[in-house]
């Protein structure tokens, strides 16, 4: 069992900066894969971001790339997800989730979207609001 909680949520103007941060406590060693995704009302839920918290390989969206930046802290056992230049577009609920690699597989070569049905585990959630 893995469990997760997120947190640094909030409201910002467009272009401003957030970072979202997720805490993990439980069998972590298994499940080494975190993603960030996000689900607007009436939209699918996205998968935005991922890294592996051992060799710190990571995936962005292209909706995120050069934007989003995602990092770990082993020592913490926390992940955080830094997102700047903010847009309107990117309101939404971010959840942070842990996978085991072999269900998630290569993140750094990656071509195909994160699947979260390859994530076991998820936190409740931290909404982001982007608006002016």
């Known amino acids: 069992q893995v469990q997760l909680v997120e947190s640094g949520g909030g409201s910002v103007q467009p272009g401003g900066s957030l970072r979202l941060s997720c805490v993990a406590s439980?069998?972590?060693?298994?499940?080494?894969?975190r993603g960030w995704f996000r689900q607007a009302p009436g939209k699918e839920r996205e998968g935005v971001a991922a890294?592996?918290?051992?060799?710190?390989?990571?995936y962005y969206a292209d909706s995120v790339k050069g934007r989003f930046t995602v990092s770990r802290d082993k020592m913490k056992n926390t992940v955080y997800l830094q997102m700047t230049d903010l847009k309107s577009e990117d309101t939404a609920m971010y959840y942070c989730?842990?996978?085991?690699?072999?269900?998630?597989?290569?993140?750094?070569?990656?071509?195909?979207?994160?699947?979260?049905?390859?994530?076991?585990?998820w936190g409740q959630g931290t909404q982001v609001t982007v608006s002016s």
């Open positions: 989730a842990a996978g085991e690699s072999r269900q998630v597989g290569d993140l750094r070569s990656r071509l195909l979207p994160l699947n979260e049905y390859d994530f076991n585990y």
């Open positions: 890294i592996y918290t051992g060799g710190g390989s990571t």
């Open positions: 439980g069998d972590t060693s298994s499940n080494n894969a």
